[in-house]
């Protein structure tokens, strides 16, 4: 199979001219063939710019923009949907922590020796269930899969194969080049009935058969898709106002996975005493340990050093992580008063940020998170189920100076 990264180049300028190339066929053409997949070889109606999305080597304002200077709004109304829907999975987040947590309490907690061996069946692609195993495979090798392929995959792991929500949404995680913390819990929840309570997904031979063009028919799946349950969630909380830009003083800008554009999101004309640009949040975090994966992120981490370094004119270093010694030296040696980092969403990053932030109050340093416009106006709309949310989004856009 053909590297995963010559489909998807860690650079933002590939991420630019994936994103030209597609937008004459973000209209009508992707609302109708966006729920095909026609596997990793075939011709695909939808974007692929996720990767570069995930980790905004190219960001959802210039996407849309892109979008809507094409086509009229109606016609693309689908394909702004889809971006959306990213915005509203992180917001919902942002304001309902708990799910996160759960989330990491459910992987972490035992196995029988039984549903283990189930587990790394199904990871191998050793389950005999015709599409599951190729689709394992897949994600293992390319770091990618069509949504409606993750769609089935996460009800056959949950109803047909009884295995633990949490433990497939941590192994897509893994290999996922644009596993996105939000993104991926939240969708493996609303398969399981949990995001919205009762509501599942139930994967079918016929709709997989007709979806992937005859090239699956799986045998012997769940004709039922009872949901999981839980405890109630607790209250949502609103979402803690952030600055836009940094505070006057000397900076150390801290520039993460999470947001690896951020001369896009910083006032112009500012300028930090030194860059220092994370490969991860935690060194011991298993996210992504992928092979695909972890070579997408490492090479977008060194594009956006290059890029960082010309825009602020600045040394840039690259740190292992952000728990690296070297953040805190960087920021010693050049004497700042404050790490400045765009807000990181819920998820291993903002865990890792939170820990730093108490490394450094023990060293006189204080920890400055900014929040881009974008999420700003756009997460705290997040307070109910996406109707509501697309329902109040074009204002938000409008105020982001977009047409719609």
Not at 240 to 245: D, E, W
Request: with cysteine; aromatic share 8%.
């Amino acid at each position: 199979m053909p590297d995963p990264l010559d489909r998807f180049p860690p650079s933002r300028a590939a991420g630019l001219r994936r994103l030209a190339d597609f937008v004459p066929h973000a209209g009508e053409a992707y609302g109708m063939g966006r729920n095909t997949d026609a596997g990793p070889e075939g011709q695909q109606a939808v974007s692929g710019l996720s990767p570069w999305l995930r980790h905004r080597l190219v960001t959802e304002h210039e996407v849309i923009a892109s979008v809507l200077g094409y086509h009229d709004p109606h016609a693309a109304r689908r394909f702004v949907q889809e971006v959306l829907w990213r915005s509203y999975w992180k917001g919902w987040l942002q304001m309902n922590p708990e799910v996160w947590t759960r989330f990491l309490t459910e992987r972490d907690a035992p196995l029988s020796s039984d549903l283990a061996r189930a587990v790394a069946a199904a990871e191998a692609g050793a389950t005999g269930i015709e599409g599951l195993d190729d689709w394992a495979q897949e994600l293992v090798q390319t770091g990618y899969l069509h949504n409606h392929a993750r769609m089935w995959f996460a009800s056959i792991w949950i109803f047909t194969l009884g295995l633990p929500w949490a433990l497939g949404a941590e192994f897509f995680l893994r290999h996922l080049l644009d596993g996105d913390p939000a993104s991926n819990t939240l969708s493996w929840r609303w398969v399981a009935g949990l995001q919205t309570v009762g509501k599942t997904y139930l994967a079918t031979t016929e709709n997989i058969e007709r979806f992937t063009n005859d090239r699956f028919r799986p045998q012997g799946l769940a004709t039922r898709a009872l949901p999981l349950v839980e405890a109630p969630l607790p209250a949502a909380r609103p979402l803690a106002p952030l600055k836009q830009s940094p505070s006057p003083g000397r900076s150390l800008l801290l520039v993460t996975g999470e947001d690896l554009s951020p001369e896009s999101a910083l006032p112009a004309g500012w300028r930090p005493e030194v860059v220092v640009i994370a490969v991860s949040g935690d060194p011991q975090s298993p996210w992504p340990k992928g092979k695909a994966a972890a070579r997408f992120a490492a090479a977008a981490v060194e594009d956006a050093a290059t890029r960082c370094a010309a825009h602020f004119d600045r040394p840039c270093v690259v740190a292992s992580s952000l728990m690296s010694d070297a953040v805190l030296k960087m920021a010693r040696d050049a004497e700042t008063d404050q790490v400045v980092v765009l807000e990181a969403p819920v998820g291993p990053v903002a865990d890792a940020v939170v820990q730093l932030e108490t490394v450094l109050m023990g060293q006189g340093i204080a920890l400055t998170r900014v929040r881009r416009s974008w999420d700003d106006r756009l997460w705290p709309l997040a307070t109910k189920g996406f109707f509501k949310f697309k329902e109040r989004a074009p204002a938000a856009l409008i105020a982001e100076g977009l047409r719609i």
